[in-house]
């Protein structure tokens, strides 16, 4: 029971903050800075990435202007909306209506064109699309690469490489590829909510601020972007400044569900939870596919003690965007809690798959082989942690428990060999928690039995020996010529 409740606590200090996104892996994670990073909570701040910023193959594909007025001519997916366009100041009858305050005008600097691919630009992008649809990063990467070639202004696939450069581990490249897709394209959402996600996880939400608000406030009209400055807001908890700008989009177009959800992030933060739901219930009725959505409401189901439909509401998030990691964690991390160790194996290698920087899905992905008593998995799991992040007690307390339960079914090692190993696993686990070691920490019970054990395979191994010398003394008298 006291490792039961010491792992729930460490299972709930790994829903770790920061976006992870809805892309296709456009966000890896880095190892914070500061030894705490990793630690997070399950509160309202989370990792998942806003609506508005889309996965790879699902992002808008830009319409000539000349054929816009024919429906049938665009390409642009039929369940991913389009920017919004700004409208004429409805009449009074309109203005009343807008629950958010009196609608702008057309104010704001005109966005910019979003110019069609050429044709074998388009069609290498589809080609990389679909081998990251198949896990094919390298295949991925050579025909964005293709397609950025055949036309230097092929910003989607531009922002496609930093997708692809994220999910192999490599955000600072990333970083390289969003920026020059912003070159190309200065108002694209995706590649703004994707520097956005890594600077998060860094642990730079001030940064994270400071680098969306120009280009925000620079194009008014794109209200993804007001959307992304709002969540990034709440996140370095400037609420009233992100309750602003998300009224603002608002006011543009009321229906525009990315900022209903800023207003029910800085509602849950602060702590007004009925008018978070009512917003959540809102955006719900406007867009009942929208992941997100299903998202946030599992968090509310499971705040308020309701985890079978916490557990719907994270897999239906997961079933309408599978790349959704945040998600994944999540569900995996409940599954985990009751028992359901081969759910939780799927959400968790979903989850480094799409994120193999993340420290924590890590660390989950190795608590659930050692639950399942794959030992060599957990330990390369755990060893990939700690290559992250070299100070990270939660790694050494799950070592210990490993080493603890394993025995002589860890290859190379004997009974004695993996007890010593448990000792010093939970050592090094309680040096580096220093000051914030409970007094009741199981870990001291823990190592208190370890070495009762080792103590007993010590005498085991000793009387193993003395009857083995006994036996080859007598072997040896029998042995012996008579005199």
């Not at 823990?446 to 395979?457: G, I, L, N, S």
Request: net charge negative; glycine share 6%; aromatic share 6%.
């Amino acid at each position: 029971m006291a490792e039961l409740t010491t792992r729930m606590r460490l299972l709930s200090s790994l829903c770790v903050l920061g976006l992870l996104g809805q892309l296709a892996g456009a966000c890896g994670s880095d190892p914070p800075t500061a030894a705490g990073k990793a630690e997070a909570t399950s509160g309202d701040e989370d990792l998942s990435m806003t609506a508005m910023a889309r996965r790879v193959g699902a992002v808008q594909t830009p319409v000539n202007p000349e054929e816009e007025e024919d429906e049938h001519k665009t390409s642009v997916p039929t369940d991913v909306p389009k920017l919004v366009d700004v409208a004429p100041e409805g009449t009074s009858a309109e203005t009343a209506a807008n629950e958010w305050g009196t609608p702008d005008a057309e104010s704001g600097t005109p966005l910019p064109q979003r110019a069609a691919p050429s044709s074998g630009a388009a069609n290498s992008y589809q080609d990389g699309v679909k081998a990251l649809q198949s896990a094919q990063l390298d295949a991925a990467q050579q025909a964005f690469n293709r397609s950025v070639s055949a036309d230097a202004k092929a910003y989607q696939s531009e922002y496609a490489l930093g997708v692809v450069a994220d999910r192999q581990g490599q955000p600072d490249e990333a970083l390289k590829h969003y920026g020059r897709a912003l070159q190309m394209q200065p108002d694209y959402e995706a590649a703004v909510q994707g520097t956005v996600n890594i600077m998060q996880r860094r642990g730079d939400a001030a940064g994270a601020v400071r680098f969306a608000e120009p280009i925000a406030k620079k194009w008014q009209r794109n209200l993804y972007l007001q959307a992304i400055y709002a969540d990034a807001l709440v996140r370095e908890d400037r609420v009233d400044e992100a309750d602003q700008v998300a009224r603002a989009a608002l006011r543009r177009d009321e229906r525009f569900v990315p900022a209903i959800l800023s207003l029910a992030k800085s509602s849950m933060r602060r702590g007004r939870v009925e008018l978070a739901d009512d917003m959540l219930q809102q955006a719900s009725e406007i867009d009942p596919r929208n992941a997100e959505v299903a998202f946030l409401q599992a968090k509310r189901f499971q705040t308020k003690g309701d985890l079978t439909q916490a557990l719907v509401a994270y897999r239906k998030a997961i079933e309408l965007n599978p790349d959704y990691a945040e998600a994944r964690m999540a569900l995996g991390i409940q599954s985990m809690a009751g028992g359901n160790y081969n759910e939780a194996l799927i959400q968790f290698e979903a989850a480094v798959t799409l994120v193999p920087t993340l420290v924590p899905a890590h660390l989950n992905l190795a608590d659930v082989y050692r639950a399942l008593r794959r030992w060599q998995d957990a330990k390369r799991e755990f060893d990939k942690a700690l290559r992250m992040q070299a100070q990270l007690p939660e790694a050494h307390y799950n070592l210990g428990l490993l080493y603890m339960s394993v025995g002589s079914e860890f290859p190379g090692l004997t009974e004695l060999d993996a007890l010593q190993r448990s000792l010093t696993e939970f050592t090094t686990y309680r040096t580096e928690m220093g000051a914030r070691l409970s007094p009741t920490d199981p870990s001291g019970a823990y190592m208190a039995d370890v070495q009762r054990r080792v103590e007993r395979e010590k005498k085991r191994i000793e009387r193993e020996k003395a009857k083995a010398e006994k036996e080859a003394q007598r072997k040896a008298r029998e042995a012996a010529p008579s005199q």
